[in-house]
């Protein structure tokens, strides 16, 4: 995207990014390991300038965010019995793989997976956001307001589709 914003732009149709966080708690935000200090969400808060660049980017952008997948996907037993479970499919089978790989906070990465196989167990609506490209938190902005952008945001999963 950065060396050839053009080029990217007529090759990819759109974005489904795993990233960010519109719960506006800050104690719900501290009360969760994935969320860096200030109240980013990790991805976002490690990468602010990349996330601004993805959301500014012009692409058709889906967000899953952190409360999606926190909220509606994957409780620690859930990823327990999942991968324990043979002869799943789909999100299984992708869990199991990236649970071997690397350690159970891939349950989050692993929805935004599901989206690419099962778009219609998500409700999206489109809204307005903005980032604060140094610290990496996202907020829901006013429409309009310079610097927003707006993008398709997960609001939820349809848990019974996710574990099919």
């Known amino acids: 995207l950065e060396a050839d914003a053009e080029l990217f732009r ?11 966080c519109l719960v506006d708690s800050v104690a719900a935000r501290q009360d969760h390991a994935y969320y860096a200090e200030g109240g980013a969400e990790f ?8 996330a601004y660049a993805v959301l500014h980017s012009g692409l058709d952008v889906t967000l899953i965010g952190l409360e999606v997948a926190n909220a509606e996907a994957l409780a620690r037993e859930d990823v327990v019995e999942l991968v324990a479970t043979e002869g799943q499919a789909n999100s299984a089978q992708l869990l199991r793989r990236l649970v071997q790989t690397f350690d159970l906070s891939v349950a989050y990465a692993a929805v935004a997976c599901f989206f690419f196989v099962r778009p219609e167990a998500f409700t999206t609506e489109k809204k307005w956001v903005e980032i604060d490209p140094h610290s990496g938190v996202l907020r829901e902005a006013l429409p309009g307001r310079q610097g927003a952008v707006v993008v398709r945001v997960a609001t939820a999963l349809d848990h019974e589709a996710y574990f099919q």
């Open 43 to 50: 991805n976002f808060h490690f990468h602010p300038q990349a």
């Open 10 to 20: 007529n090759k990819v149709r759109g974005l489904v990014v795993m990233g960010g």
